[in-house]
């Protein structure tokens, strides 16, 4: 992993996934890391 990866927003009520870098992320944020199998939630 290069410190980048994707997460889980909510935005007027829809969830949106977006790429963001792992050092800007916000501790209620929904990590997401692609772990060659697939999308896998790690967080909460």
């Known amino acids: 992993m290069n410190g980048f990866g994707v997460r889980s927003t ?5 969830v949106v996934v977006e790429p963001y870098d792992l050092a800007e992320a916000a501790p209620d944020d929904i990590p997401l890391v692609w772990d ?3 999308m896998r939630f790690t967080g909460h």
């Open 10 to 14: 909510r935005r007027g009520g829809d």
């Open 36 to 38: 060659g199998m697939g």
